[in-house]
């Protein structure tokens, strides 16, 4: 096929330098501030460069918020089980969509799919109720089973179509071997869609990683569960908002989970997506 | 069919039973007693039944008229940006040019992080005094002093606008990009032997091979756009003046704010039903088109 011309990659080049700037701005921003000292970010007018640039935020922020470590820990915590909870949950539901024939079956599917409509923020006040009836309010549960229960429509959506892929002979010759039915699920579907539950675990964890700031402040206000982005507001004090730090702070937090995702991303990419493009 | 058919086969129920269970209890639940509360005037206090008071109320509110307005136009000009910039940026990083493997990566951060932490990083990028936008636009000489981006109403819309473009179009991206490799190179090929340029081929081939995706993707958004709390919340509050108060952050400052349940319960009745409205063309939009696709 034809090849770009000089013209067009210069083009093209631009093209994504303006997209990624825009994607990456913020976080240029908040390293860059994370580097100034604290007087200097409230100089004007405004500088592009200080001759004083220091990691000190990056050690001071974990004596103004001592809690800090526990918070990041906390949103590892939270997605985690978040992730755990989805997981065992989907997969026989999943399985059942995919492989079973039952009465009501689009009627239950598209139930599900229905939840997708909502966010917590929608069902705030009776569930704030609910969790006060269950005893949960103000404890990792809180955050937790709010955040599984939104996350389950897309589970099973995203995995539905593994479960579809495996052959379907795989699962008759364990049936005339005289296999039990929860056993072929377990010994025979599971390992063979080992690289969907992946892709679907991450896809879960990171829908639970990004949205747990709403039912953090609204159902817990025990300080040490509190997760990442609801602790950050501690750099907030009654005089100064110690920024620098909070910048730090945000970008040290979500380092481990960016790690991981790094290593990641290339298997979760290729995977969410081929459940999209299918349906 | 493998599995011996009796004539009731609980197997399947006892499957789904799990996260039914959780999602009756969690969210269906929820959802009855939310309606049931807007039919009351439910307060700290205490609640008492009052029919449909609350949603006439409402209705008769020219303020809440002009919050539902906003909510759409909020909806629409931020899912649109995230569909046209979703297009261009899966288009570039499409491009067969080295370095697109790194490029991609790029693009995803703001996905993958805590939509509050980037809400942070965006709250001091629009800081008058300290924050780089309004920097930069002294220093070229677009204003003569600081400019708070968040504190008049109409910058503090549009402001809270490319922050929830920001947020969302990576996801959009990806799904983008995906869709367009899936296409099958032949067609470009038969098409450029045929002599018809890129624009003509994008036209002619891209757009409408991953039609089902910009379709899935739009509907998804919209959703989530329409319920979008977090980024308004951290930015404005609502504010000022209600500038940025979309039905979500209305539901949120009525219910918990003001602590009137009942009247809070009747904003988000009104959220699901709306919404209702949009799943339904969701649905039948997609089934039309993969009637359209079988028929080819």
Redesign the interface.
Known sequence: ??K?SKVQ?VL??S??AI??T??????F??F??SLRPLDH????????WSDDFSFEAYHKMWETVPLLGRYIWN?IYISSMVTLITM???I??A??FAR???PL?NV?L???L??????G???????Y??LRILGLLNTYWAMI??G???L??TG?WLLKPYFEKIP?EL??AA?VDGAG?LYMLGRIILPLSTPGLIVVGVAVF?GA??????FAI?FNQTREYQ????G?YEFIGYQTVT?NE??AA?LV??LP??FV??FL?KYL??G???G??K? | MIVKKSKLDFYPYFLLAPSLIFILVIVAWPLIETFRLSLTDARLGGESYVGFENYQELLEKKKFHRVITRTFFWMFLSVGLKILLGLAGATLLNAAVPGRALFRVLVMPPWVIPIAIGCIGWLWLYNSHFGLLSGIAQRIGLIDGPFGFLAYKTPAFYSAIVTDVWVGTPMVTIFFLAAMQGVSRDLYEAAWVDGAGRWHRFRRITIPQIMPVIVTMSLLSMIWTFNSFEIIWILTEGGPRGATTTLIVDTYKTAIGNWKFGEGAARAVIIVALLGIFSFFYYSLIKKLNKFEERE
Do not use: C, H
């Open positions: 096929m034809d770009y990659l093209i080049y093209g994504i997209f990624l825009f994607i990456l701005l913020p976080f921003e908040m860059m501030t970010l409230f100089r004007a007018p405004y500088q592009f949103s065992i949950l989907i026989p539901a399985y059942a079973l024939d039952f079956k239950t598209s139930m599900f229905g939840v997708n409509m909502f966010t923020a929608v069902l705030l006040i009776p569930l109720r609910v089973i709010p599984v229960a939104f389950i429509p099973i379907r699962e008759e049936f039915r990171i990683y990004a949205q747990q700031f709403l609204t997760p990442l982005p609801a950050l920024w909070m910048m945000a937090g979500v989970v960016m995702f790094l991303q990419v290729a969410l997506t081929a999209a493009v349906d």
